[in-house]
């Protein structure tokens, strides 16, 4: 066994490069509303990621600095930092663009950004609606948590893939800002996707919590997206009324037919990627290919202009 492989044969960690955080910064002013020309229901289904994510982000970021003096494995610890930097800049440019791009566009988000931010500063706080946990508990809601977002990484991670390999995107001459953004943070997504899981693992998160806690995240993410992607809809006057409204049928028969063309990911496919992730075998680092993250890091415009940070 050489060097290398004994060093591999005692961590926990699956991730196979040093995890750097880029940079980068994203200039939206000439990014039109319908990003997707003529198709301004995918366009704002998309565009909704801008103001679920951050509150997400700087979340994990909260809860993995919690994990961090639980970690003694050292090649995870440095997997784990890697992941907050990514993360904290992933929050950051979906940020400015919810200021610099759809509330430039004059869209309202601050009432569906307020109940997002609600969910990770109430319920899934340290202190679950201002209630205190005994001592004796306070772990195990931490590795709770962290199984939800190692769900919720499963999902990133898919949703990487799909938004790498999407050409009907570049077929429609979608804007090259936005797609970069998309990429550039599915690319990150894939680069990191074993941290979660083998943190999870290793703060003893075992296999029976895994179907509860995809149960949970399928559910809140779909609902979290859609009545977002609603919210944004109902503002946008191109946009009939009947298909905005997240308890028509329209809004929900568009939705597939966008999916079909290639535009959005469909329903079914997204709850047959959330079943994948209750295998026993389920395991991250076959869900996707690190150098495909890389091939696209490697041209994105953003990240090429970004300084790498270790
Ligand atoms: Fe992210
Ligand atoms: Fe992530």
């Known amino acids: 066994m050489s060097v290398t492989d004994s060093t591999i044969a005692k961590t926990h960690s699956k991730t196979d490069i040093p995890l750097v955080q880029r ?15 003529d198709d301004p229901y995918s366009s704002h289904f998309i565009s909704v990621i801008h103001t679920i994510l951050p509150a997400g982000e700087f979340f994990f970021c909260r809860l993995y600095n919690k994990a961090l003096p639980y970690i003694e494995d050292e090649q995870l610890r440095e ?18 663009g919810l200021a610099e791009y759809l509330e430039a566009h004059g869209l309202d988000t601050e009432a569906f950004v307020k109940k997002v931010e609600w969910i990770f500063e109430q319920p ?32 990133t991670c898919v949703l990487g893939k ?26 990150e997504e894939i680069e990191h996707r074993n941290v979660a899981f083998d943190v999870y693992k290793y703060m003893g998160g075992n296999y029976v919590g895994r179907a509860p806690q995809m149960a949970l ?22 946009i009939k009324k009947r298909k905005s409204r997240l308890i028509s049928r329209s809004f929900w028969s568009e ?27 389920y395991n991250p680092a076959t869900e996707a290919d690190t150098q495909q993250a890389l091939d696209y890091l490697a041209q994105s415009p953003a990240a090429q202009r970004a300084e790498a940070f270790a």
């Open 255 to 281: 939705w597939s037919q966008k999916a079909k063309k290639g535009s959005l990911p469909s329903f079914s496919w997204l709850a047959v990627q959330s079943a994948r992730y209750l295998s026993p075998n």
């Open 23 to 37: 940079k980068v910064s994203f200039d939206y002013s000439q990014t039109p509303l319908h990003w997707i020309p």
């Open 124 to 155: 899934l706080s340290d202190t679950p609606f201002g209630r205190k946990l005994p001592k004796s508990l306070e772990k195990r809601w931490l590795v709770l948590r962290l199984g939800l977002i190692a769900a919720i990484e499963h999902f």
């Open 217 to 238: 995240i399928f559910t809140g993410l779909m609902g979290l997206w859609t009545m977002g992607a609603s919210h944004l809809m109902k503002q946008d006057p191109v």
């Open 79 to 96: 997997d784990v930092k890697g992941f907050i930097k990514q993360e904290a800049m992933h929050a950051r440019a979906h940020s400015a």
């Open 162 to 187: 799909y938004a790498l390999e999407n050409e009907n995107w570049d077929l429609k001459d979608a804007d090259e800002t936005v797609l970069d953004i998309l990429r550039w943070h599915a690319a």
